[in-house]
């Protein structure tokens, strides 16, 4: 098994390589000097590369015989987290922190780049990596799209570092994986006035907390009771003082769900439930509504095509189940153009201390499991090109 043999050839450098970028996180957009760095490394394994969407980097490694194309995905950015482990390798950068893991996918990546780069024998068409800037906020994918990297692309597969899954461990499901994440903005119109003389004014704190206990309803009355949907406020700002009748409120909150059909009914169902609560208060509401990112929805095809590489490169007793999350991944919209998986790779690990949840302050990895997420980088890509 040249791949398996391959990636433990290069584990130390993957596992120096996460613990660099993990001493150097950097926020979203702001990803100059991990993009740097895997620049270095791409030259030093003399693979050919393009930079795109501000920090991200596409690298191609062409096979010896031609075929389709697969683009592996790994995204580099980093969350204002103030670190708290206590490790050799803690984040330098002060209230910056790798808390999601994708300092282990960055480095994945390039190790999987080594071991590809290694095999162009066996490469049956073309393999693109894509380092991918900006997944916290959901809009380093779309960008990437937007400059036209996905064209010529017939499969995308991504590998996501999983806290809830036992390390050594891998989930390969078909089907809905992760959430829609969209955020809306409500803007609620009243008039000021005397706290004690309410009748003279349009109370929009009064209006803005209908319009709250309205939008409970959606999930529970409007859609299917076997979907699965989320409609939160997270933000309420209203008022000035004690004895004055507030003029205006805010409103942010954000939708979630797994069914573009729904999805696209959101805006619809808010804006209707915003202004007719507001304008039975005598209130005025508005609504903005933001599409963040499509659900994330593994391939049925791809999905086998994963379990086999698993079995090939490990056995059947990796392959573990995992419930749909809530959360949202930008690796969305690279599904949006071309059929692939996101595939979670288990990293707890009581006895390592790696068993807090991703975005939490000790968030850490268990290592071990990144030798294995290499090998399923590059044993993914040869399988699908072999299958295509
Ligand atoms: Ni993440």
Same mark, same amino acid.
């Given at each position: 098994?040249?791949?398996?043999?391959?990636?433990?050839?290069?584990?130390?450098?993957?596992?120096?390589?996460?613990?660099?970028?993990?001493?150097?996180?950097?926020?979203?957009?702001?990803?100059?000097?991990?993009?740097?760095?895997?620049?270095?490394?791409?030259?030093?394994?003399?693979?050919?590369?393009?930079?795109?969407?501000?920090?991200?980097?596409?690298?191609?490694?062409?096979?010896?015989?031609?075929?389709?194309?697969?683009?592996?995905?790994?995204?580099?950015?980093?969350?204002?987290?103030?670190?708290?482990?206590?490790?050799?390798?803690?984040?330098?950068?002060?209230?910056?922190?790798?808390?999601?893991?994708?300092? #282990?996918?960055?480095?994945?990546?390039?190790?999987?780049?080594?071991?590809?780069?290694?095999?162009?024998?066996?490469?049956?068409?073309?393999?693109?990596?894509?380092?991918?800037?900006?997944?916290?906020?959901?809009?380093?994918?779309?960008?990437?799209?937007?400059?036209?990297?996905?064209?010529?692309?017939? #499969?995308?597969?991504?590998?996501?570092?999983?806290?809830? $899954?036992e390390s050594g461990k891998i989930s390969i499901e078909a089907g809905p994986r992760m959430a829609s994440a969209d955020l809306f903005k409500i803007h609620v119109k009243g008039l000021g006035g005397?706290?004690?003389?309410?009748?003279?004014?349009?109370?929009?704190?009064?209006?803005?907390?209908?319009?709250?206990?309205?939008?409970?309803?959606?999930?529970?009355?409007?859609?299917?009771?076997?979907?699965?949907?989320?409609?939160?406020?997270?933000?309420?700002?209203? #008022?000035?003082?004690?004895?004055? $009748?507030?003029?205006?409120?805010?409103?942010? #909150?954000?939708?979630?769900?797994?069914?573009?059909?729904?999805?696209?009914?959101f805006p619809k169902i808010l804006e209707r439930i915003v202004t007719h609560t507001a304008s039975s208060y005598r209130a005025e509401g508005s609504l903005t509504y933001t599409f963040g990112t499509?659900?994330?929805?593994?391939?049925?095809?791809?999905?086998? $095509?994963?379990?086999?590489?698993?079995?090939?490169?490990?056995?059947?007793?990796?392959?573990?189940?995992?419930?749909?999350?809530?959360?949202?991944?930008?690796?969305?919209?690279?599904?949006?153009?071309?059929?692939?998986?996101?595939?979670?790779?288990?990293?707890?690990?009581?006895?390592?201390?790696?068993?807090?949840?991703?975005?939490?302050?000790?968030?850490?990895?268990?290592?071990?499991?990144?030798?294995?997420?290499?090998?399923?980088?590059?044993?993914?890509?040869?399988?699908?090109?072999?299958?295509?």
């Amino acid at each position: 098994m040249k791949v398996k043999t391959l990636a433990k050839k290069f584990k130390q450098y993957v596992i120096d390589l996460r613990r660099e970028f993990h001493m150097y996180p950097e926020a979203s957009w702001e990803e100059i000097r991990t993009s740097k760095r895997i620049q270095e490394e791409l030259k030093k394994m003399e693979i050919p590369f393009s930079v795109v969407a501000k920090n991200g980097i596409v690298a191609t490694i062409e096979g010896n015989s031609d075929g389709k194309t697969i683009a592996l995905r790994g995204d580099i950015d980093a969350l204002q987290v103030n670190e708290c482990n206590d490790v050799p390798y803690k984040s330098k950068h002060e209230g910056i922190m790798h808390a999601c893991g994708h300092d #282990g996918h960055t480095a994945m990546l390039l190790g999987a780049a080594k071991v590809l780069n290694e095999m162009k024998k066996e490469i049956q068409g073309t393999v693109k990596l894509f380092f991918q800037p900006a997944e916290e906020l959901a809009q380093g994918a779309k960008k990437m799209v937007e400059e036209g990297v996905m064209q010529g692309v017939d #499969g995308v597969f991504g590998i996501h570092l999983w806290s809830d $899954i036992e390390s050594g461990k891998i989930s390969i499901e078909a089907g809905p994986r992760m959430a829609s994440a969209d955020l809306f903005k409500i803007h609620v119109k009243g008039l000021g006035g005397h706290g004690s003389l309410p009748h003279q004014g349009i109370d929009a704190v009064v209006a803005a907390s209908a319009i709250v206990m309205d939008l409970q309803s959606v999930v529970s009355r409007e859609i299917s009771p076997l979907e699965t949907a989320v409609v939160s406020v997270g933000v309420f700002k209203s #008022g000035t003082r004690f004895n004055v $009748i507030a003029n205006e409120a805010v409103l942010e #909150g954000t939708t979630r769900c797994f069914n573009n059909e729904i999805r696209e009914k959101f805006p619809k169902i808010l804006e209707r439930i915003v202004t007719h609560t507001a304008s039975s208060y005598r209130a005025e509401g508005s609504l903005t509504y933001t599409f963040g990112t499509p659900p994330v929805i593994n391939d049925e095809r791809c999905s086998q $095509i994963a379990a086999s590489t698993v079995e090939k490169l490990f056995d059947r007793e990796t392959i573990t189940k995992m419930g749909k999350i809530t959360g949202g991944e930008d690796f969305a919209e690279f599904l949006s153009k071309a059929p692939g998986i996101l595939a979670f790779v288990g990293v707890r690990n009581e006895a390592k201390g790696s068993c807090y949840s991703h975005h939490h302050e000790k968030f850490d990895i268990d290592e071990d499991a990144l030798e294995k997420g290499t090998a399923l980088y590059a044993q993914y890509a040869l399988d699908f090109l072999k299958e295509g």
